[in-house]
């Protein structure tokens, strides 16, 4: 009798044994900086326990619980044996995050959408390795905060998209577009605002990422250009307007005389606002019979305080036929060059557009009920650059 007891102690203890080794297998899989939070939580019920491998992100959203969660009620409920379903909606958790792997969390669970249609859609673009599985989580949560759900939808299926060439390099530099691509595809929708009137491309369900990050920046350079110049236009030219040998020479003075010359001649005058209003330089279209021939920028150069020529470029940024570049020459020569001051101002004196800046993002502010930290209330070139 005495040897059946010691066999059953055995069995029990190497039964414990197991288990407590298949637990710690689970809780491996968890990242380092959540193991001792998800552990101490696992270790208080074999049914909390049982959460590593049946719903991980349940038991995270229970050992490092949101600022207004109590996770006490929803425990007790799973060591009373709730089903699941219904566990998820007292953590308020979407029960489609049962079939997230482990990794996939790296601190507070955030808010995401747990409709009918969200989640029919979502778990066709679960992330399939564990190392993209919390990059992919953040992205689409941020998608959903700063954008929508149909974004959202789309960036699942792109965020952790394989690459060929450079793959690390360039999904680093995809995610750094995060917030601009929100902020874009939430304005594409938007026909009423100022902001999608500056889209060239707006988003589309359709696109592909790469696609969608040069739709995005592109607005990106119109918006800068915008918040720079406003609907004002550059008083002082400098220089005046000429017709030299037959080509004419037209100043670029507001934002739609400079994005139409940039869409004309294929070039990135639209980046050059800062230098405009700081009195760094300034644009002229040369024209022959009407029709646009090359883009010309002027200013003082190498501390030389008289005008020169910055950059003269044929469509395309091609180079000019000799004849229009000494037409440049004569025509710069025909001013009173030592009487112009081209003196520029210091980094940042002439600041953004606030009217404009405000009149830009005030839709967005309101539909999402706050003026987020990235996208302040006071105009800022930094805020813009960093989207």
Known sequence: MQMHVFSAERNLGAHNAARGDLMERRLQKFRPEMQSAVRSLACRHSRLADLTLSFPALLVAMAVPRAS??????????????????????????????????????GVIPKLPDNHEFSRRIVNHLPRTAKLAPIWLAA??????WADEPFAIWMAAHVTQPR?????RRRCRERDHLRLLCLWAWFSCRPDTHAHRLIETPWAPSMQLA???????????????????????????WTQPESVDGYEFVPLRSFAEVSEEARVMRNCV?????????????????????QRVATLEIGPCRGDRLLSVYELKSIGNKDVPIEVAWAVRRWL??????????????????PLNRAAWIA??????????????WLPLNPSRYALEAL
């Open 164 to 168: 060929k060439l450079k793959r690390r």
């Open 211 to 237: 696609a969608a990050i040069s739709a995005a920046s592109a607005w990106q350079t119109a918006v800068a250009l915008y918040l720079e110049l406003g609907d004002e236009t550059i008083a002082d030219l």
């Open 270 to 290: 639209q980046t050059y606002g800062y230098s405009l209003v700081h009195n760094h330089s300034r644009l002229w279209s040369i024209r022959k019979d009407g």
């Open 69 to 106: 969660f109590n996770p006490e009620p929803v425990i007790d409920l799973v060591i009373k044996g709730v089903p699941l379903a219904e566990l998820a909606k007292a953590a308020d958790i979407p029960f489609w995050m049962r079939r997230l792997i482990p990794s996939s969390f790296s």
């Open 360 to 373: 830009m993002w005030k839709p967005y502010w309101i539909a999402k009920r706050r003026i987020p930290a």
């Open 140 to 145: 689409v949560a941020n998608a959903v905060a």
């Open 333 to 350: 020569h025909m001013h009173d060059l030592p009487g112009i001051n081209t003196k520029p101002f210091a980094w940042d004196a002439a």
